[in-house]
């Protein structure tokens, strides 16, 4: 009875309830994973050195860029996992999941390696120079070899959420968080490494992260299938179906970050400093907004397994409700906390300027990036990945670039944030329509494996 309870955790009771609950939780988790970012630059700020919060500033691009696999794949995993536990397949959920895992591990091994022998071009495209650009090598040549570490706690948290879990999930990156949040005034001031400890403080978040996100899939929901070339095989369209659009709309964000962030640089150290302090609060402040993809998620993939497109829609409602609720108290809060924040890191000058513009209007606009996120799950989790695909990528081209180019020309470095908050509330309203059009016509739900397939699967397992 333990697993029917846990596959229809989703597909009864309370939706609204269920997506608060999925958000808040998976929100805490989200945060713990981006406070590690917040939690450097704070320390790091506290040495008085520009170019230091400048090279934490910069990193954070990239480091948003390689976060965006891992999440892209967790979707991927998660959806295809929260499927076959709505339709009452927990081995088939096990599999998949267990496959996941290799999969995720095996690209993240690449993907790093690849990114680590381009550091230095990558740093220059963002527009870093001297000593500023040589930081922010060296604190990345750190950082992203562990890039496979933070693939398995970030895919083992939604295969948590696919189970209802929201809780075990969460306490993975709140355990990684609190760890960065110890080592990092030991390692940067304690034994005096500056950016390297902070670096370091980051690794040893990611390998807690990494073993307590995977240790309650194996002691309650049954582990993952033994994996093998046969089971791969069937589990790599399916998992790549979804992941793929899912990798390519999340690194749409880190992508226009990152022209962002070379627009920035035109304005000065200040100016990217400003910039890295708004970067690096923006997912602190807004985690439940930023959670909302992956925590509605399941909601919505168990109900499209058990064939209930009314809870569907009504999930998708409640998202957009939960939202604006949201946006509307961290808003306010920003607005009334905005000089104590800009004290925080000694923002003065233009650095403070962007700071106290951050805490303002644009806080606001955050509502539409909102609608962004739910509807993605939405498309994500009913076989219209191409869509969320869509909205991102336009979002962060024709959403940003041309705004942002164009608003900085008139207001110089304000405009540069401004343009992209306009751009996103075009392309919230088209993720509106898009997730609206997705329920009405979904994918079709997916069924059991042919028995001659599921034959092999048994027979190599």
Not at 166 to 190: C, E, H, K, S, Y
Not at 261 to 288: C, D, H, N, S, W
Request: charged share 10%; hydrophobic share 55%; with cysteine.
């Amino acid at each position: 009875m333990a697993d029917v309870k846990t596959q229809a955790k989703f597909v009864s009771g309370n939706l609204f309830s269920h997506v608060t609950v999925m958000s808040l939780t998976a929100s805490v988790g989200l945060m713990a994973v981006f406070a590690v970012d917040f939690i450097n630059i704070i320390f790091i700020s506290m040495l008085g050195r520009a170019e230091l919060t400048a090279a934490v500033g910069y990193a954070g691009a990239i480091l948003f860029f390689t976060t965006s696999f891992g999440i892209g794949l967790g979707i991927g995993v998660g959806a295809l996992t929260a499927r076959a536990l709505g339709a009452g397949e927990s081995a088939l959920a096990r599999r998949r999941a267990g496959n996941g895992l290799v999969l995720g591990v095996a690209v993240g091994v690449v993907f790093a390696f690849a990114v680590w022998l381009g550091l230095s071009p990558l740093v220059t495209l963002l527009g870093a120079t001297g000593q500023t650009h040589a930081l922010t090598v060296h604190y990345l040549s750190i950082i992203v070899p562990s890039q496979p570490l933070l693939m398995l706690g970030m895919i083992g948290g939604a295969i948590l959420r696919s189970h209802g879990d929201a809780r075990r999930a969460m306490m993975a990156t709140i355990v990684g968080g609190l760890v960065n949040a110890v080592l990092d005034p030991i390692l940067i001031f304690g034994f005096d490494l500056e950016l390297t400890g902070a670096a370091m403080a980051s690794v040893a978040s990611r390998v807690a992260i990494a073993a307590v996100a995977l240790l309650p899939i194996i002691r309650h929901y049954g582990g993952f299938e033994r994996p093998t070339l046969a089971g791969l095989r069937l589990d790599l369209g399916p998992v790549f179906g979804i992941a793929a659009p899912a990798i390519l709309t999340q690194v749409a964000t880190p992508v226009g970050m990152a022209f962002v962030t070379r627009a920035m640089a035109t304005y000065g150290e200040a100016a990217v400093a400003g910039m890295a302090i708004t970067g690096r609060l923006t997912p602190v402040a807004f985690g439940v907004i930023f959670a909302l993809s992956g925590a509605i998620g399941p909601i919505i993939g168990q109900n499209f397994g058990a064939g209930r497109m009314d809870r569907v829609r009504r999930a998708f409602l409640d998202g957009i409700i939960f939202t604006a609720l949201v946006t509307g108290i961290v808003a306010l809060g920003l607005y009334l906390a905005r000089a104590p924040i800009a004290d925080l890191f000694s923002a003065t000058g233009l650095t403070r300027e962007l700071v106290f513009l951050f805490c303002g209007p644009l806080a606001v606009a955050w509502f539409f990036n909102g609608m962004i996120f739910v509807s993605n799950a939405v498309c994500n989790n009913l076989g219209h990945p191409f869509w969320a695909l869509v909205v991102n990528w336009g979002r962060h081209t024709l959403g940003t670039i041309p705004l942002a180019m164009g608003f900085g020309a008139v207001y110089g470095a304000p405009g540069v944030l401004i343009g992209p908050a306009l751009g996103g509330v075009i392309f919230g309203l088209l993720g509106l329509w898009l997730g609206f059009r997705a329920i009405a016509h979904p994918a079709t739900r997916e069924r059991p494996l042919p028995q001659p397939v599921a034959e092999e699967a048994e027979r190599t397992a």
